[in-house]
Every structure is written in structure tokens, then in C-alpha cells.
């Protein structure tokens, strides 16, 4: 009895171990086709985002002109840039920028999207909205640009229809900072129609029948149901439209020369640039750009900590 029970105990692993063994190649199969296709974003992110981060970290206790040696500066890169004023203009119109585009804009998309809601065939509709998000850039700056001359459309049309000389946006500092907050809003409305609509037509009908039922109208079925209901996607795309305009450069690069008169648009992106590769001081320009790290970190911090007051999802226990 004892020998057999041995001989069964013996001859066990013989015939569990070939399907372990198939069954660990086939899970160190999947993890290198895995590794395969994570690889080159991981490479990717290195090269372009994790290098350039820790010499930019570096950069800005340190003077450099990119031709001479390294010299260490300790703050005082930091220092010169918080009390530089045009480094305070910078941060000033970038907030501005921020401040007048995603209210403006959120608020221009959510009612599109209402009003999108309501239509049947709404295709066309969308690919006219959208349109200005997948095009270039410098293509949409270069189209404003032309419209917002003295000479232009947009000037011609508003001394047409108000009786007032035409206006020069992108020479006047009053209104070149306006001119760059049109184009953004213009070229980013599209995308956030998408999201809302979307978000809409999520809300269960069941919902909205209830509430017409308890006698709700539009403005009061909109207000709340319908607004408290998207304000998970409001607040995701507020979160994403703040970093975006804080990070504005490429539209007033080519929108305005020089950072506008008086430097009306000049962006703390477009500061960092203008230190670095105008004047190839990079010690200040890394630090003008961890300060703005800085501050993306504190503004979306403070809209997180906002979120709860006023985002409701649909699970909470309230």
C-alpha cells in the first residue's frame, strides 16, 4: 500500500508539470508581445519628455549659453525671472488667456450641444465644428491673421455695421490679447461639442421623462438635470482646456510678430522661448519653465479640490 501511494505521488508532477510548463511559455510569450508593443511609447517618453525634463531641471540652477561651460547659479536664475517684469506680463496675459477662453468656451460648447441634441441628422453639423481641431495650427493662426487686418473681413465688417473706423487687432495692444482668445476658442470649440454631446446623450431618457413629468421646462430641466449630469465632463474639460491655455505659444508666434505691441500677447511659453532660443540664456528659460510646471500643478490642484463642491456623479450617495 505504502509503495504504491508512493509510486502515485512520484508520477504526480510528471503529469502536471508539461501543462505548467506550456502555461508559463504562453504568459512569457504574451508579457515580450506586450513589452513589444509598450516599448517604443516608453522609449518615446524617455527621449522626449523624461530626458529633456530632468536637463531642464537641471538647466535652471545653472547658467548656459549652449556654447561655454556649465556654471552653477544656485535660485538665482529663479530669482532674476520673479522679479523680471516681463516674466510677470507673461504670467499675467497667459492667465487672462486662460481665464476668458474656457468659461467662454465651455459655455459656447454646451449650448451647441443642446442645441445639436435636438437635431436628427446632425453629421454635417459636427464635421464643421470639428474641422478647425484637426487642421493645423499655423494654418488657422495664418486664416485670422488675414481676417483680422485692418484691412481684413472681420474689421471691414464691424465699421461696416457699427460706422467706426476698421479696427487693427494684432497692432493694438488692447485687442491683440482679444484677437489670440477668439482664435483659441474658435479652434477649440469643436472638440469640446464632441464631449458634451456625447455626455448628453448619455443621461438616461428615463430621467428627463421623470422630470417633464414632475412638469420641468427646458431651462429648468437643463439647469438641473441636465447641467449637474455633465459636470464630471465639465470639470474633465476644464481641467484639460486651463494646462492647454497655459501653455499657449504656437498660436501667437504666428498670429502676432514679436509678442504683439507692447508685448500684449506674450505667453509664458513664448517667454521661455524667447529666452532660450533667441537669446540662448537656458538657464533662465528652464527656470521660467519650471515655474510654469509650478503653476500648472497649483491651478489644477485648486480645481480638484473645487471638484467636489460642484461636480455630481451619478452614484453619490446624495
Not at 127 to 138: E, G, Q
Not at 210 to 224: E, K, Q, V, Y
Not at 261 to 286: C, E, W
Not at 293 to 316: C, M, N, P, S
Amino acid at each position: 500500500m505504502t509503495m504504491s501511494t508512493q509510486a502515485v505521488d512520484t508520477r504526480a508532477p510528471s503529469t502536471t508539470a508539461p501543462g505548467w510548463r506550456r502555461e508559463a511559455a504562453w504568459r512569457r510569450r504574451d508579457r515580450r508581445w506586450g513589452y513589444a508593443f509598450v516599448g517604443p511609447q516608453l522609449v518615446g517618453m524617455g527621449l522626449f519628455v523624461l530626458v529633456p525634463f530632468l536637463a531642464s531641471l537641471v538647466l535652471a540652477f545653472a547658467h548656459w549659453d549652449g556654447l561655454t561651460d556649465l556654471s552653477w547659479v544656485g535660485f538665482d536664475n529663479f530669482a532674476t525671472e520673479l522679479t523680471d517684469p516681463l516674466f510677470g506680463r507673461a504670467i499675467l496675459n497667459t492667465l487672462l488667456i486662460a481665464i476668458l477662453t474656457v468659461p467662454i468656451g465651455l459655455a459656447l460648447a454646451v449650448t451647441i450641444a443642446v442645441a445639436l441634441e435636438k437635431l436628427k441628422t446632425r453629421t454635417l453639423y459636427l464635421v464643421l465644428f470639428f474641422a478647425p481641431v484637426v487642421t493645423s495650427t499655423v494654418a488657422v493662426a495664418m486664416m485670422w491673421q488675414q481676417m483680422f487686418r485692418a484691412d481684413g473681413v472681420l474689421s471691414s465688417a464691424i465699421s461696416k455695421v457699427f460706422g467706426v473706423a476698421p479696427p487693427d487687432w494684432l497692432q493694438d495692444p488692447r485687442l491683440a490679447l482679444i484677437a489670440v482668445c477668439i482664435v483659441t476658442i474658435w479652434s477649440s470649440l469643436g472638440l469640446n461639442v464632441i464631449i458634451f454631446l456625447a455626455g448628453l446623450q448619455n443621461i438616461s431618457p428615463s430621467v428627463i421623462e421623470a422630470a417633464r413629468i414632475d412638469g420641468a421646462g427646458a431651462w429648468r430641466l437643463f439647469t438641473a438635470i441636465r447641467l449637474p449630469l455633465l459636470s464630471p465632463i465639465v470639470f474633465f474639460s476644464s481641467v484639460i482646456a486651463f494646462i492647454s491655455s497655459l501653455q499657449t505659444f504656437d498660436t501667437v508666434y504666428v498670429l502676432v510678430k514679436n509678442a504683439g505691441p507692447d508685448n500684449a500677447t506674450r505667453t509664458i511659453v513664448y517667454h521661455i522661448y524667447d529666452l532660450g532660443m533667441k537669446q540662448f540664456n537656458f538657464g533662465l528659460s528652464s527656470a521660467a519653465s519650471i515655474i510654469l510646471l509650478l503653476l500648472t500643478l497649483v491651478i489644477t490642484g485648486i480645481q480638484f479640490a473645487a471638484q467636489k463642491k460642484f461636480v455630481h456623479y451619478e452614484d453619490d450617495p446624495a
